[in-house]
């Protein structure tokens, strides 16, 4: 289960109207607990999902192996950058051959851009010639919440013991133009590079950019 932080409030006098309907409004806010985020350096939060074949995983399950976890909208321009330059599947199929466990992650609700069925997105893969070990459907966004992504792409690394040490973008290029590619850092290629070499990940944390999750 994550962590969860309450919001202790000390109560409020008898008032009326507007005001009245603001502290009550604060009351309903502080009772409810909110998922705290997730930190580098700390256990990444535990989940399970099903994915686009209709196999259920969970990340317990991936101790001693690293995990990439990638929030992706086929939609977004963003995406269709490293989509269609195959710099996405490149890094896909390094990780692999590393023996990452890399998942994709589509938290698109029913309605919204990049939504998709199993079988969309399974013809997405083939398509695109992706090759993530599975693409998870997050489409309650409880994942999505969960790891508090906001864009498409948004990278997360977890290491073997379970510890988040990479999120943030794919590089420093925010751009949807290819051709920064080439002259990108690409954060993800250098943190697992790292991790194979028994360095730390630096940089751990950087500014993702991308478009908004359509939660």
């Not at 932080?5 to 604060?26: D, H, K, Q, R």
């Not at 949807?176 to 080439?182: F, G, L, M, Q």
């Amino acid at each position: 289960m994550p962590d969860r932080t309450t919001v202790y409030c000390a109560p409020i006098a008898p008032i009326s109207g507007t005001l009245f309907l603001l502290s009550l409004l604060l009351l309903i806010l502080c009772a409810a607990p909110v998922l705290a985020a997730p930190m580098v350096g700390k256990p990444a939060p535990d989940f399970s999902a099903v994915d686009s074949n209709g196999v259920r995983h969970a990340l317990s399950a991936q101790r001693g192996s690293i995990v990439v976890l990638e929030w992706t909208n086929h939609d977004c321009p963003f995406v269709r950058k490293h989509y269609g330059s195959g710099n996405m599947q490149a890094l896909q199929r390094e990780a692999k051959d590393q023996g990452v466990v890399w998942w994709s992650i589509i938290s698109s609700a029913p309605g919204k851009q990049g939504h998709v069925s199993p079988a969309e997105a399974n013809e997405l893969t083939i398509s695109r010639q992706a090759a993530p070990a599975a693409v998870l459907l997050d489409s309650n966004g409880t994942i999505g919440q969960l790891y508090g992504a906001r864009t498409t792409p948004h990278m997360y690394i977890i290491d073997p013991q379970g510890t988040l040490v990479y999120m943030g973008g794919i590089d420093d290029k925010p751009s949807t133009n290819p051709a920064d590619i080439a002259t990108a850092n690409n954060y993800v290629r250098t943190a697992l590079d790292a991790l194979e070499h028994g360095q730390s990940v630096e940089p751990s944390s950087t500014r993702p950019y991308g478009c908004s999750v359509k939660y």
